[in-house]
Each structure stands twice: as C-alpha cells, then as structure tokens.
C-alpha cells in the first residue's frame, strides 16, 4: 500500500509491546549522569544562599520561530537515563575527571545520595500530558528536590533535561508546522484529506543527524504527526519508550545506485527492472528518476517507453525528482506526467495524475514545502499528486533557540521561607524569567494559562502531572495517546481557537 495514498492507518501502530531498560544510543557514552551536566555546573553548590533547602525550577520555550509547542520527548529520557540510579563507581569516576578538569566535586554530597537513597535522584518533576499543544511563553515543566540534603540537585540537571525537551518537542513543532500547511492545501484542492494527511511527509533524516540518539528522538517526534518514515531508529524509540510496536510505515524505492548502476545507456532498463520487481496491483514503489535528465525521464522513458508497463502492473508509481529548484521542478514533471499518463478532475475541480504520483525529498524545508504546493494549486493540480520526504530541514536544521528554550530558577526555599527568584536584563527583555512556584493550569479545550502556587494552593484545573519523583517514573504515555493529543490540538489551531 502506497504511505503516501493510504486512507487507513493499519492496526498495528497501536499496539503495544513491553520496555525493556538498558543502553540506547549513546548511553555507554552517556551512562553515567554526574558526567551530563556542564562544567559550570560542578562548582555551584558552593554558591548558593547558606541554608538553602529546596531550588525550584520550570521549562519553557519563550518563541522564537513557533508561537506553540508540540511537547514530546521527556518520557524517552525518563525511561532511558533517570531510572538508572547513580553508584558510587560513577561518584568516584567523576572524581578523578574532575580533580583532572579543575572543578571542586561534591563527591562527598554524591557519595550521601548513594547511601541514604540508593542512589535513586530526590527529585520531582512535573510535566503536561507528551503531545500536549501550548503557547510559547507558558511552563512546560517543573523541577524540584525533594531532599533539603540535595538542594544542589536541581540545577545539576538542567543540562540534560533541557536537552531532552528541546530537541524532540522542536523537531515535533517543526513537523506539525508541516502538517498544517499540507493538509490546508489538501483541504482546499482534495477530496479525502483526513486520509492522506498521514503519509504526506515522509521523514528522510537520519544520515543528516549528529547520532543515532538524535535520530531516534527527531524521528519519533515527526511520527507524532505522520506515520511515513525511513529512520529506522525512530520506530526502536517508539518500542522502547512508547510501547508502541511499529510507529512508522515505507514502501520499496530506488536509490541512484540502483538506477545508474546499469549505465545511462539501460537508464530505462533500471525501471524496467523496478516495475519488475514491485509492480503488482496495488502496490506503491518509488524511483529516483532524475540522475540524468528528470524531464526526459518522466516524458520519455516513464511517459511513453514503460507507459503501458506501468499501467497494466496495476501499482503505483512513484517518481522521485532530486535536484533543482523544487517548485518549478515539482510543477514542470507534473505538467509532464499529466500529459502522458492523463488525469481526472475531482469535486474540487483540481486535477489528479492517474497511475503516477510524485515524492519531492530534495531541498524541502517549511518554506520551499509551502511553494511547491502553492505552485501546484496555481496551476490547477491537487496536492492529492505530492508527498514530500524532509531530511535535514526536518531533523537537523534547529537548535535552542529555535524556539528559545530554557530552564530557570524561579524560587527557593531558604531557612524554611520561600522567596523569588528571577533575572530581568536590561538588554533583553525576552530573556525575563518568571518568578515564584508555577503550574501550567487548563486544558487543550479551555486554553493553557500559567500561575503560582506559592501558598501552597494548587488549580483545580492543574496540567502539570507529577512524571518522576525520588527514581520512580509516576506517568507512562502510549505513543497513540501522544498522537492523538497532538491531533486535537492541531485541529485546535487550524480552526482557529485557543490552544
């Protein structure tokens, strides 16, 4: 079945099959938590207030090029890292690198939490429901000792819970971003956009990524919002982390080995030999068909040589540009396809290719996406004709702050009184930070808002859920509940109501 055409989603994405603990990625690398911090970090027990008994912190984005989030990712972490507890090989391990480094260690701080707690972390944090859709600006998370002894504890992981937020719930923003532009066309120009929505973008990002761990996490964070994907790693993550036992779905295709590895001279046998191999009624298979001269391909090769070939193997077909500009490339091989192979005109009165279809992976991000489909509806086609494989643009080109992510301080508890916390350059208003105890309060229906609970009161109407306290993991979400969360919220914004 065609990822790009299909109408159903197959059972098998629900599933679920059990988590299994241990080391993923880079987490022999990774493996001890004393070493994932930043250096800075290391010295700063000796530098908070005399009698500091608890630090309080909170996770936003603060915008930057989304005015929401898709949140995602912090269950992975959880799973993967925070249940490990630390042991006094790693407290002596960090010592030697520290004392190397130059850094004063608090081994004997690290030592006390390997013997009164096992060295499970007294922590807490609270976290929206994983696919929850919220405004820039709002807490996303909170962090918090649960141990006077520990108060330190709380900043140690900023490092690594800002990375484990960050990336996968921008890669999710990005992805979503996607979604709403090509099922807003698909809403204007077709006729089944519920059931195309799901395999219109498919994710080619996992040779562009700086690990298997980034793939895993940026490719779960697409499969939030699509089903199509050729990162492999990305449906691991899901079984492991989200119980999910297959995330994502591809079809056969050609790469240009397989295609100019018969020589320009038998560039037609290449696809001969693919139509061979894949065509059967009601298969999909895609063919790179660009290493020489794309528009000869699609018009004399695919439009007339292996025309009834392809049309009488009763799958279909389709073709893959990768290279030139994408929307004038995009437009020229739809005009061409429609001239061999013809098309009908749907309720909409916008034009579909029969037999053929088009998958646009090269030089896609969210602007030149939006072009291709802009130039395809102005000139009367579909977008029922495309779907778009993202690489880079979808997994590798953000960072931080690309939705200027951050984790702040924002009260303590000192001598048993809470106070403020907060920072306000005069350089950069942006760069405020909230102040006093926070919970995110509402819903994806009622709208999100954040406030204090500094007196201890806590909204009837709290989002924030307690996901990690003292090495337990609280909360587990099945990857389906993410993905239908995200959906509602999606849906959410693209009729225009408050998320």
């Known amino acids: 079945m065609n990822p790009a055409l299909m109408t159903t989603s ?103 939490l390997v013997e009164k707690h096992g060295g499970r972390l007294p922590l807490r944090i609270r976290a929206v429901a994983e696919g929850s859709v919220v405004p820039a600006h709002n807490v996303l998370a909170t962090v918090e000792n649960t141990d006077p002894e520990f108060f330190w504890l709380t900043s140690w992981m900023e490092t ?35 059931g195309q929505i799901g395999f219109k973008l498919h994710d080619f990002g996992a040779r562009g990524v700086s690990s298997m761990e980034s793939a895993a996490l940026g490719g779960m964070a697409h499969l939030v919002n699509f089903q199509g994907t050729d990162t492999l790693m990305a ?56 290493s020489y001269d794309i528009f000869n391909a699609c018009d004399q090769i695919w439009g007339r040589e292996l025309k009834e070939l392809v049309e009488q193997s009763g799958a279909t077909l389709v073709i893959r540009p990768d290279s030139g500009d994408p929307a004038a ?13 013809g098309t009908t005109t749907n309720r909409k009165g916008y034009r579909v290719l029969k037999t053929v279809r088009i998958i646009q992976g090269d030089g896609i991000d969210l602007r030149s996406l939006r072009l291709c489909l802009s130039n395809l509806k102005l000139n009367g086609f579909s977008a029922d004709n495309i779907a778009f494989g993202m690489g880079g643009g979808l997994l590798q080109q953000c960072n931080r702050d690309t939705m200027q992510f951050a984790m702040k301080c924002s009260a303590m508890q000192v001598g048993g009184d809470w106070r403020e916390v907060y920072k306000s350059p005069v350089g950069d208003s942006g760069k405020a930070s909230k102040k006093g105890r926070l919970t995110l309060a509402g819903s994806q229906a009622t709208g999100w808002r954040t406030v204090r609970t500094d007196e201890g009161e806590t909204p009837t109407d709290d989002a924030l859920e307690t996901v990690f306290e003292n090495g337990a993991i609280l909360r587990s979400q099945s990857f389906g509940d993410v993905r239908e969360r995200a959906a509602a919220g999606l849906r959410r914004l693209a009729d225009g109501l408050p998320v």
């Open 235 to 290: 449906l691991v993550g899901a079984r492991r982390w989200y119980d999910c036992a297959m995330a994502g779905f591809s079809i056969p295709a050609a790469e240009h080995s397989t295609i100019t590895g018969w020589g320009r001279a038998h560039e037609a046998d290449a696809y001969r030999n693919m139509v061979a191999q894949f065509g059967r009624p009601g298969a999909t298979f895609a063919v790179v068909s660009d």
């Open 329 to 341: 490339t995009v437009l020229k091989v739809t005009q061409i396809l429609a001239a061999r192979f």
């Open 160 to 194: 690594e819970l800002l990375r484990a937020i960050w990336y996968p719930t921008t890669v999710a923003t990005i992805s979503a971003a996607a979604k709403a532009t090509i099922l807003a066309y698909l809403e204007a120009t077709g006729e089944d956009p519920a």
């Open 10 to 112: 197959p059972t098998a994405s629900t599933a679920s099959t059990a988590s299994t603990p241990g080391t993923y990625g880079i987490s022999a690398l990774g493996r001890n938590l004393l070493l994932r911090t930043d250096s800075y970090k290391v010295s700063h027990w000796k530098q908070y207030p005399p009698g500091t008994e608890t630090v309080f912190s909170y996770i936003e984005s603060r915008g930057g090029a989304f005015t929401h989030s898709v949140f995602f990712g912090l269950q992975a972490h959880l799973r993967e890292y925070l249940r490990t507890p630390v042991t006094r090989e790693d407290v002596e391990e960090a010592a030697d690198i520290f004392a190397l480094h130059g850094e004063p260690f608090n081994r004997e701080g690290w030592l006390r």
